[in-house]
């Protein structure tokens, strides 16, 4: 990193164990990282004008509205084309009385995504009036918690895998909608991605320990403990009872998740098959068995970099297991032909959503700075001070 004389050095504060540094000005291409985990604490090129987030979130804003207005799907039945929308999907699941599965499919994948764009916007706007990070404290940690929730990109691979299991029964395509929403998402990333290069000062009065580094959230760990259990809890009626009833020329099936996997490998799209089983079945086990590792490993003063980066590997791979969920409700809301063809949602894909929640709050709930709090043997002594 190359530190420039005309802005000052900043202390921040490290997202994953806590220590407080200072940082100096970045140049371009260069990256600020985390003396004690590594973790990137800032990356050079960004100015910290918001400049760069302004212009991603706003073209995130004009696609917004055409991309959940235009159609993402297009089936063909006996000549007549019918068209489905973004919120098709939980119009139906309402309709077939299903809103506990409604519910967290409308805020996944249209209200959060909405109201992240408009934070995005709010941020960058305050950031070239001047306004300092300090006092945006609060829009940054609401702009984390909304990134985390609004899992719109997962909702175009399930966009695709929805089309390809239509293909045995109708003709089924992308339509210009889905196109409009990946650009939407593309933006929504780099404006993203922009701002995480601003970093994220150390707010001022923060309660530090000796060592430099501020403490854990008290009670993380048992609250993360419990939640991955309540999960685990969930993950066997989510994989044993059905998710998914298809009635289609007059023969009537009964799907699991692990059914449609196996629907996907018979027909020849082993890659989809791959993800899906990934997806819905691999990564919310393994993130309920990991987060209860890292809650019982809590303080251990080996491995530490090692389970850093199981974290950070657990925190990003949880949007995925959305989207089975996702292409449930596109399934219900496309299967809608009276006797010709027709999909009801059943109990596992509540479970099944259940289990998505859980987990995602247990991930939220559980603070890496855990990993690094100091075990009583590597502790400071009493009347001596460890450097940061």
Known sequence: MSASSTEPARLVGCPICGLTQTVGALSAGTTACCARCDAVLLRGGSGGSGAATLCFALGALLLFVPAYLWPILEITTFGRVHSYTVLSGTEALWQG???PLAIPVALASVALPAAL???LLALSVARQAGIGTDALQGWRRLCDFLRAWAIVDVYLLAIFITV??????TDAAPSLGAGLLFAMVICLTLALHSL?????????????????SSPPTPGSATRTFALALGALILFVPANVFPT???????????????????DLWQAGMWPL???????SLLIPFFKIIGLMFLT???????DRHARTRLYLFIAQIGRWSMLDVYVISLLVAVLHFGLLAHAQAEIGSIAFASVVIVTFLAARSFDPRLIWQPAPADGPHPGQHRGA
């Open 164 to 169: 390809v299991k239509l293909a045995q029964l």
């Open 97 to 99: 009385r299903m809103w």
């Open 117 to 119: 764009i408009l934070v």
């Open 244 to 262: 998914l009833t298809v009635t289609a020329h007059g023969s009537t099936q009964t799907a699991t998740v692990f059914g449609g996997v196996v």
């Open 296 to 302: 019982l490993t809590q303080g251990r003063p080996a």
């Open 196 to 212: 995480d290069a601003e970093g994220a000062d150390l707010a001022p009065g923060a309660d530090l320990r000796p060592d430099g």
């Open 273 to 279: 098959a791959i993800i899906v089983v990934c997806a």
